[in-house]
């Protein structure tokens, strides 16, 4: 597979610092914008020609730290139809991106610390095909049940979805895991037992 068609297929939409981790300089993007083989849809934004803009993927390179949670990580793993009114993401504490480009991608941002962070972390593919940062189905599953701004019913959607997909014994123990490092006292398991009765 070339560079640009694994470009292609890692990040439809991508940045320009992102299409220079693949080797393409400034004058090659702009030689593949005139041309049409790439559409510039902003400065330094740009995608592939039958590929909507990945806001995800758009904001995982944006910020390169941040880790996609709460809702827009369910929204990933595809355990909610919510459509968010923002964008959850988690940042290693001391990390701080400026406030106005917080607020231009209406991104919601919680800070933990750093062991709290690393915790779960995987790369995952949006619906458009792009890559990101987002945490584990398991790790997000107990981010949500112990949230207290998520609704309930958004809680109870996300655990029957994820117990629909038919998690692995390897799964359900990474989550028995996630949940003795992160939150000890969480019902989580006891309600999933109730669940599968």
């Known amino acids: 597979m070339d560079t640009l068609a694994q470009l292609e297929h ?23 914008s005139t041309d049409g083989t790439i559409e510039k849809i902003d400065r330094g934004i740009y995608v592939f ?17 941040g880790v ?4 827009s990580a369910l929204i990933i793993h595809d355990l909610t139809d919510e459509m968010p009114l923002h ?17 231009r991608y209406h991104i919601k941002a919680r800070y933990l610390s750093k062991k709290r962070y690393l915790l779960g972390i995987e790369t995952g593919q949006t619906e458009n095909g792009g890559t990101v940062q987002v945490y584990s189905k398991e790790r997000t ?13 958004i809680k109870n959607d996300a655990l029957k979805k994820y117990l629909a997909s038919s998690p692995s014994a390897k799964r359900l123990k990474n989550l028995t895991e996630v949940k003795d490092e992160l939150y000890p006292n969480s019902t989580l398991l006891k309600v999933m037992e109730v669940y599968l009765q």
């Open 10 to 32: 890692d990040y439809p939409t991508f940045i320009y610092k992102t299409a220079q981790q693949y080797g393409l300089s400034k004058d090659k993007i702009r030689e593949l």
């Open 49 to 65: 020609p039958g590929y909507l803009l990945d806001e995800f993927s758009l904001i995982s390179q944006k910020f390169s730290r």
């Open 68 to 71: 996609f949670s709460l809702v």
């Open 87 to 103: 964008y959850d993401l988690t940042f290693p504490q001391g990390y701080h991106p400026s406030a106005a480009s917080l607020k």
């Open 141 to 153: 599953l107990l981010d949500v049940w112990e949230s207290k701004q998520i609704q309930p019913y």
